[in-house]
């Protein structure tokens, strides 16, 4: 068991009540967790924060090796239209000015992502936004789609077929395990569809990495709370239960509830990472493979997050996997099934009077960095 920060105040500010030690017992150190302490700090209040893992900052932990910062768990870029929430940031780290355009390779064709007017003008030898508004238009039109009801069909009504075959099934089958038919529809509303030249992903006003890395951001907000590494929320309950007066859980929510409704289901995904004696593999820093056929869905190399100049580089493929016990989860599965039966234990969370569940398990909810951030801060105005 290891002690994060402020192990010499561990015996300090004991609670209010005779017997209870902390205002809020925080589960996982994520950034759910992590920004609830902090402004709780803020409040007064007093928090402890336990973490199942041997390390802070949950899936946006990033590591430092060959001089580079790695992201352990996927990559991360941080975006937003939320101004309060891009100010909070940046009271914590300074952000840098990288913006996401990433690249996708399929079979020996190599494209510009978003789709946007380069990816059009490569695909069809197009130029003008008229020429390939008109060929989408002429793809559709033929399909004879009205009314999407799956991920498929609602791609191919938005982008026809030829973006849809090469660009999207491959990669979305894989990253999801399940045919694009049996894929809810609105996950690919994050895909936008432009007819300008700009390859920028996201729409988001801000957008940026943290200089120094997440490790380093989620260090500063967790500044001067106890955390406690090593720790499950599951056997600290055992005993310490009567030491909290209340508990926010960011792990799965199922399995606070022991699964008694049932297990959701989550995708996890696996990294090879590999340090690579040259000094630029790929020249971005996100490449998809968008073809069924090649197992991993992209290769992040993480330098281009912080326009590294380093002698090597350092690369991680992504394998999607299903999540089993044993395995981090990392999205929520939002189809129907697991739909109705989160709504089911949401409705146990409620009748849980001492418990705030936050954060992509605890919502079950394919949360962006900036939104997690939000609910975080939304949860704290609601408590003081
Ligand atoms: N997607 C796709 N082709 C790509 C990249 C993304 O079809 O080259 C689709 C896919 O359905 C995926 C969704 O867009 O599930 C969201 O992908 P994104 O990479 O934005 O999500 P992240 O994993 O980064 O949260």
């Keep these: 068991m290891l002690f994060w920060a402020d192990n010499d105040k561990i015996l300090v500010g004991f609670g209010k009540e005779l017997g209870v030690m902390y205002d809020y017992l925080i589960v996982g150190a994520g950034l759910y967790g992590a920004v609830f302490a902090c402004e709780m700090k803020k409040a007064g209040k007093k928090c402890l924060v336990i973490e199942r893992r041997n390390h802070i900052a949950g899936n946006v932990f990033t590591e430092e090796i060959e001089g580079i ?18 100010d909070y940031v940046n009271e914590f780290a300074e952000f840098n000015n990288y913006v996401n355009a990433p690249v996708a390779v399929y079979k020996d064709e190599l494209y510009n992502l978003p789709f946007n007017m380069n990816t059009f003008s490569k695909m069809w030898g197009i130029k003008t936004p008229a020429q390939a508004k008109e060929m989408i238009a002429r793809q559709i039109e033929s399909l004879g789609i009205s009314e999407p009801g799956n991920l498929e069909e609602q791609a191919l009504s938005l982008v026809g077929t030829d973006v849809y075959e090469k660009l999207i099934k491959g990669y979305t089958e894989k990253q999801w395990g399940r045919s694009c038919k049996e894929l809810p529809a609105f996950i690919i509303k994050r895909l936008p569809l432009r007819f300008v030249y700009d390859n920028n992903y996201f729409n988001d006003r ?37 030491d909290v007066e209340r508990v926010v859980f960011t792990g799965m929510i199922d399995e606070y509830f022991e699964h008694r409704l049932g297990y959701l289901e989550y995708r996890s995904v696996r990294f090879e990472t590999e340090i690579l004696e040259e000094e630029n593999y790929q020249g971005n820093a996100v490449v998809n493979y968008t073809e069924r056929e090649v197992p991993f869905t992209r290769i992040i190399e993480h330098k281009h997050f912080e326009f590294g100049k380093q002698p090597k580089t350092v ?70």
């Design 315 to 384: 690369i991680s493929r992504e394998y999607p996997q299903e999540w089993d016990p044993g395995k981090e989860p990392f999205y929520p599965i939002n189809d129907e099934k697991n739909g109705k039966l989160y709504a089911e234990y949401e409705q146990l969370a409620k009748a849980e009077k001492n418990v705030i569940f936050g954060g992509r398990l605890g919502q079950y909810r394919y949360y962006d960095m900036d939104k997690v951030i939000r609910a975080a801060l939304d949860a704290v105005r609601a408590e003081v």
């Design 69 to 86: 910062q790695v992201h352990r768990y996927g990559a991360h870029i941080f975006h937003t239209s939320d101004k309060e929430v891009w």
């Design 206 to 242: 801000y957008q940026g990495i943290p200089v120094g890395g997440y490790t380093k951001l989620v260090e500063k907000l967790l500044e001067g709370t106890e955390v406690l590494l090593d720790t499950d929320y599951f056997d600290y309950v055992k005993d310490h239960s009567k």
